[in-house]
């Protein structure tokens, strides 16, 4: 049974940072596509970034302010988020098994999500 735990929200003030954590069980990420998808209330799903086997992206709203990695070794991964901004206010969630970063831009093409964590960022 594949479960992904996120951690690491919370509240912060604008132009702080936060560090957000999935952690994988019976699923391997190593080799597979993943992502951080975000939902504002009243919006859409965004999703924020996304990496696979050839690396890592984040969307032009956040460029420059977010960056996503894994630790394969930990099975985990992560999305540092610098100079937040209250736009930024949303669930994150963590998601796996996208078919490859061209198609991780899309919310829907994600097989397995986690409960999310809440990111607040106040002016």
């Known amino acids: 049974q594949v479960q992904l735990v996120e951690s690491g929200g919370g509240s912060v003030q604008a132009g702080g940072s936060l560090r957000l954590s999935c952690t994988a069980s019976?699923?391997?990420?190593?080799?597979?596509?993943m992502g951080w998808i975000r939902r504002a209330p009243d919006k859409e799903r965004e999703v924020v970034a996304v990496i696979d086997s050839d690396g890592g992206n984040v969307t032009d709203s956040v460029k420059g302010r977010f960056t996503i990695s894994k630790d394969n070794a930990k099975n985990t991964l992560y999305l540092q988020m610098n100079s937040l901004k209250p736009e930024d206010t949303a669930m994150y969630y963590c998601a796996a098994d996208c078919p490859d970063a061209e198609y991780g831009k899309y919310w829907a093409s994600y097989n397995y999500w986690g409960q999310g964590t809440q990111v607040t960022v106040s002016a």
């Open positions: 019976g699923y391997s990420i190593r080799s597979y596509c």
